[in-house]
């Protein structure tokens, strides 16, 4: 006779998951296999790399057709285009940097990221951190595709130049002309608001007179020098930043009620500088060593703000402020960004 297995059946003896029946009956106590459940934050393997390719597909033939020096358009293909090839067909657009035709109509699938980048390189030339600011901006351009917020992009790039020479062009030496070069891209500008473009009209020449005021003015060379060394700060140069705080504490030396801690700092930041001069003397090497070792132009600046301040009786980083560039304002947007 037979062997008749049913599934299900729960066995008396525990000891064991199955036993035979005298007779004929093979009872399987096992349950039926179940799924595995996928642990959150874990993707599937295979269904992965079949995606990946996909989108490595639309990729390679997109590059193909760029090097033909054509500029395509991504489609997603297949009869009736499927979820995942419109997922890969949307991933790849990203990557490329490309246009995605879906439905009939063209759609940049980077808008939101390039716009975040404008609006993080602006937030960065605020702050004079032209080094970051450059990368964001470069980033900015490369994955803007529409026209509004291309022109925008264009905008900050003068606004970069323009500040960069701002705090990097001593007064006493000659101005570059890149307020005008930004001046006269505004009027190209036709599809940026015409509120955005007369604020930052406005800063352009602000700025620009800052500079020229810095020339002229006690007040606001003092604020230059400060804008300077904070600018130096942003890209992390630490003997950059403490050469210009001696330049600014030198201008104004003999004129400064005297104030210990503030002559500590300056023989520290002094010692960095004397190490580095070809006929430093060699018993004198250990002492300058020692003091240069605690030059930090975080311990110099509030010392000597507060007593150039107090000497040209004004908040010396308010006055610094000048030469920072005031950013632009809006409702956040697609096309438009949240500067």
């Known amino acids: 006779m037979g062997r008749i297995i049913l599934p299900g059946r729960v066995c008396p003896d525990s ?18 296999p179940r799924a595995p459940v996928p642990e959150a934050g874990v993707a599937d393997d295979v269904p992965t790399r079949r995606f990946l390719d996909r989108v490595d597909s639309y990729r390679r033939d997109v590059e193909r057709r760029r090097f033909g020096g054509d500029s395509p358009r991504l489609r997603p293909v297949g009869r009736g285009r499927r979820g995942l090839e419109v997922a890969a067909a949307v991933v790849a657009a990203e990557r490329l ?11 940049s699938p980077t808008e939101d990221l390039a716009a975040d980048e404008l609006d993080d390189g602006l937030r960065a ?20 595709l529409l ?41 190209t500008l036709d599809l940026v608001p015409d509120d955005e473009v007369a604020f930052y009209r406005e800063e ?19 604020g230059w020098g400060l804008a300077r060394s904070r600018a130096a700060a942003r890209d992390g140069a630490r003997e950059t930043e403490l050469a210009w705080q001696l330049r600014l504490y030198r201008r104004y030396a003999d004129r400064l009620d005297p104030d210990d801690y503030l002559v500590a700092e300056v023989r520290r930041a002094e010692a960095l500088f004397r190490l580095l001069l070809p006929d430093v003397d060699e018993s ?24 150039v301040g107090a000497l040209l009786e004004v908040d010396l980083s308010a006055v610094a402020s000048r030469f920072a560039l005031r950013i632009y304002r809006t409702t956040a947007s697609v096309d438009g960004g949240r500067a």
């Not at 000891?15 to 349950?31: F, H, K, N, P, Q």
Request: hydrophobic share 50%; proline share 5%; charged share 25%.
């Open 204 to 222: 352009i020449v602000r700025l620009a007179d800052a500079w020229a005021a810095a020339r002229r003015d006690d007040v606001s060379r003092a």
């Open 284 to 307: 004198a090497r250990p002492d300058l060593e020692a003091l240069a070792g605690d030059a930090w132009p975080a311990d110099l600046r509030p010392a000597l703000v507060a007593a």
């Open 125 to 144: 030339l605020a702050n004079w951190s032209f080094t970051v600011a450059s990368r964001h901006l470069i980033a900015a351009a490369d994955l803007a």
């Open 97 to 107: 940097r490309g246009v995605l035709e879906l439905d009939g109509e063209a759609i």
């Open 15 to 32: 000891a064991a998951r199955s036993r035979t029946v005298e007779g004929s009956l093979d009872i399987d106590s096992s349950e039926p």
């Open 147 to 187: 026209p509004r917020l291309q022109q925008r992009v264009s905008l900050a790039r003068a606004l970069e130049r323009l500040c960069h020479d701002v705090v990097s062009i001593d007064p006493e030496g000659r101005w570059s002309g890149v307020d005008t070069a930004a001046s006269s891209l505004l009027a």
